[in-house]
Nanobody
Framework: QVQLVESGGGLVQPGGSLRLSCAASGSIFSINFMGWYRQAPGKQREFVARITSDGNTNYADSVKGRFTISRDNAKNTVYLQMNSLKPEDTAVYYC????????WGQGTQVTVSS
């Protein structure tokens, strides 16, 4: 099991940007699907984006065109670049190894408010 630690969250104004990082304790070279989920207060955790080891990406409709997921296998790190942020993007963001029993990070808070 790979341990994941997120960072980069914070407070940002609507229309602003944040870059989240997910650092793995071990190599993610052999892990195909890595992704990001988010959970707002009182809501179910939802899928945001995923990326394969080859760099193929998928996004939730709510973030498509605004968010970009990427990975650097050599650095054992997955990123989520978030642009044009909206108040409804406010949530705790989690890095995840997308498989049954896959690892989750501890989460990082993103707050979008004026």
């Amino acid at each position: 099991q790979v341990q994941l630690v997120e960072s980069g969250g914070g407070l940002v104004q609507p229309g602003g940007s944040l870059r989240l990082s997910c650092a793995a304790s071990g190599s993610i070279f052999s892990i195909n699907f890595m992704g990001w989920y988010r959970q707002a207060p009182g809501k179910q955790r939802e899928f945001v984006a995923r990326i394969t080891s080859d760099g193929n990406t998928n996004y939730a409709d709510s973030v498509k065109g605004r968010f970009t997921i990427s990975r650097d296998n050599a650095k054992n790190t997955v990123y989520l670049q978030m642009n044009s942020l909206k108040p409804e993007d406010t949530a705790v963001y989690y890095c995840h190894h997308l498989m049954p029993g896959g690892s989750w990070g501890q989460g990082t808070q993103v707050t979008v408010s004026s």
